[in-house]
């Protein structure tokens, strides 16, 4: 044989075989002293009470010539568990829970909604008066006022200005108030002339004549409102609430001349 390859024999010491039975017990020795260790730890740490039931020499296993259990450490940790103190809870404990109370907050109600009340005929009048109507001063408010010079020998003017001064009153037709229309009708019917009630029937009852050849007496009609032609650019109307029969200039811009008969 090569010297290289010569294993010397010298010191070296015999020992029982090596085996994986061998192996095994080794390890299991080794286990049971670190769960030994490891539970008198846990005793002495946590203070919990351990329970080891002690099992009868007649069930133990018995131990293998190479030990597959390290009994000693086994009883150290049954020793700990013993000294440790018990928590023992009694059977009719209970459990509680401290719920703090709540309160629902509720909104506000919302605020009730008021409908605006249906304006009456007189104010809706009033309004539609005064958004088609420009402030013109009065030329004569006395009661039974002159016929105006222009107007003279006019039946219908004459018994106009007659009425100067009388309120005006939504849907009046006679002398304690007058609306428009009913102003109208009620100094033609005094002459003996009948005219319908409304300001728009009036407008059809009769024949447009141009503004030049106009004459006291004609009706003067605007959307919305109606007059007397008194001449010399003069009428007579009931206006609008507040006011009272009157002779003043015309201020519609372009109204028609209505012509009677």
């Not at 029982?16 to 192996?23: H, I, K, N, S, V």
Request: hydrophobic letters at 40%.
């Amino acid at each position: 044989m090569p010297a290289h390859l010569r294993v010397s024999s010298r010191n070296r010491t015999p020992g029982p075989a090596r085996t994986p039975l061998t192996d095994a017990s080794a390890n299991a020795r080794a286990t049971g002293a670190l769960a030994g260790r490891r539970v008198g730890t846990l005793v002495a740490t946590s203070g919990l009470a351990v329970s080891l039931t002690a099992v009868p020499a007649s069930a133990q296993p018995a131990e293998s010539s190479a030990g597959i259990l390290d009994l000693n450490a086994l009883a150290g940790a049954r020793a700990l568990a013993s000294a440790a103190p018990s928590a023992v809870a009694p059977v009719t404990a209970t459990w509680s829970f401290d719920v703090p109370g709540a309160t629902a907050v509720l909104p506000p109600p919302p605020p009730p909604v008021v409908e605006e009340a249906a304006a009456r005929p007189d104010q809706a009048a009033a309004r539609s008066s005064r958004r088609t109507e420009p402030t013109e001063p009065q030329e004569l408010t006395a009661i039974g006022a002159p016929v105006p010079q222009s107007a003279n020998g006019s039946a219908v003017v004459a018994v106009a200005s007659g009425l100067v001064g009388v309120p005006y009153v939504y849907g009046g037709t006679t002398p304690s108030g007058f609306d428009c229309s009913g102003f109208t009708s009620y100094v033609y019917a005094q002459v003996g002339i009948k005219i319908p009630r409304t300001s728009t029937a009036q407008r059809d009852a009769g024949t447009v004549v141009p503004r030049d050849q106009a004459q006291p007496g004609d009706l003067i009609w605007s959307p919305g409102h109606i007059a007397i032609y008194a001449g010399d650019n003069l009428q007579v109307d009931a206006p609008v609430p507040g006011k009272t029969v009157q002779i003043r200039k015309i201020w519609q811009s372009d109204p028609l001349f209505i012509r009677i008969g």
